[in-house]
């Protein structure tokens, strides 16, 4: 049972250049969420998914667009990228009733150049 | 202004001390209130729930002021492995995202 993975770990961008963050669950929660976290501004919500088939923006969507796969897939994709976009990156996930208890992936360093 | 706002610290303390945080919240429909724990450079991870009439689990005592619309945390005999920084985190009723203070930091130190 490995809970949430991301990949990658780590890694680097020049401006302009597209990518997509991976996100797998294996806990069959329902919904799923995609967070950035930058020094002195907290965990904010870019996107979410409810369940299977439904997406909705969170707090800082611009720049980004998501794709839940599966059940157990969401996925983060970043068009063309912005060093205003360097961060780290969190994906979790939670039971639809449990909202309380979010369980995070370890986390994706990303840096625009 | 922030909707859940926490003193950043860092808060340097002796082992055995006891420490307080507060947050503050500013949206007064927030029904659920949460403190989450985030180790240096790993994932937050839930510590405990903030109920009305308050909470205890062993050293650690969680406390809501609804009028005031605040919440505090409170640690006692301070451990070294409770350096972290801790997130205050609330949850606006019939919503299903939470919202995470930016952290107040923990140093404990012997």
């Known amino acids: 049972n490995a809970g949430v993975t991301q990949t990658p770990k780590f890694q680097v961008l020049k401006t302009g250049q597209s990518m997509t963050l991976q996100c797998a669950q294996d806990?069959?929660?329902?919904?799923m969420y995609w967070y950035r976290q930058d020094p002195g501004m907290g965990l904010r919500l870019i996107y979410y998914?409810?369940?299977?088939?439904?997406?909705d923006k969170g707090e800082v969507p611009n720049g980004y667009n998501v794709s839940r796969l599966n059940k157990r897939e969401f996925s983060l994709r970043l068009e063309s990228a912005a060093p205003s976009q360097t961060s780290v990156y969190f994906c979790?996930?939670?039971?639809?009733?449990?909202?309380?208890?979010?369980?995070f992936g370890p986390g994706t360093r990303l840096t625009v150049t | 202004r922030k909707e859940v706002e926490q003193d950043p610290g860092p808060f340097n303390v002796p082992e055995g001390a006891t420490v307080a945080f507060n947050c503050t919240y500013s949206n007064s429909a927030s029904q659920s209130f949460f403190w989450y724990r985030q180790d240096c450079r790993k994932e937050p991870k839930l510590l405990m729930s903030?109920?009305?009439s308050g909470n205890e689990d062993g050293r650690f005592t969680a406390q809501l002021n609804r009028a005031s619309q605040y919440i505090s945390l409170l640690i006692r005999d301070s451990k070294l492995s409770d350096s972290a920084t801790y997130l205050c985190v609330v949850n606006v009723l019939g919503g299903n995202k939470l919202v995470f203070g930016a952290g107040t930091i923990l140093r404990v130190k012997s």
């Open positions: 979790a996930s939670s039971n639809r009733d449990s909202v309380r208890e979010q369980y």
């Open positions: 806990m069959n929660h329902n919904s």
């Open positions: 998914s409810a369940s299977e088939g439904t997406t």
């Open positions: 903030v109920y009305s």
